[in-house]
């Protein structure tokens, strides 16, 4: 199979997520460790906005991307909450609420694919993990700030929100697969 640029921009975001984490949960730059990592962690959420929007745009939609793309979503920011959760930046209930979540909907995408099924994300899931990704952006950069502090649990709460509405929609939407 031949690799589009949207597909080759999928598997760089899951080939940036261990240098991600090796970058985060040290100190091999120093005080910029965490600037590092989260340099990384942007550019590898912007290969996220740039895959989708360059496939549709130049009709390079493929199944492969359909069902890789989500799941580099998912690895890169399950991989970014585990983080957070060891630095004691993220209580480990949030991250397992969205990690479930994340497990469901993978269960979901296996069934259907076995059936010759591909189910691409929904607009609930892509709102959730902007909201997910921001999030990670937000916690790892740490600015001590009241207001910022604020905005902060504003983003988690609503992160977590869109995580269980976005799990719902998917489920009724496609409860069909389940059948048979």
Partial sequence: MKMNLPN????????LIPFFVAVLLTNCFGGASKWVALGIFVIA?????????IARKYNLVTNFGKFMDPLA???????????????DKLASWIV????SREFVISGFRLVASDRGIVIAASYWGK???TFQMVMV???IADIN??????????VTW????LTVISLIDYVWKNKDVLKG
């Avoid at 959420?45 to 895959?51: H, V, W």
């Fill in 127 to 129: 709102f959730k993990t």
């Fill in 45 to 53: 959420s912007l290969t996220d906005l740039a895959d989708g929007k």
């Fill in 8 to 15: 080759k921009l999928t598997i760089f975001r899951v080939i």
């Fill in 158 to 161: 609503t992160a977590l929100f």
């Fill in 73 to 87: 979503d998912k690895l890169l920011v399950c991989a970014a909450l585990i983080c957070l959760v060891g630095l």
């Fill in 145 to 154: 700030h009241p207001v910022m502090k604020g905005i902060v649990a504003l």
């Fill in 137 to 139: 952006i937000l916690i």
């Fill in 96 to 99: 397992i609420i969205i990690v």
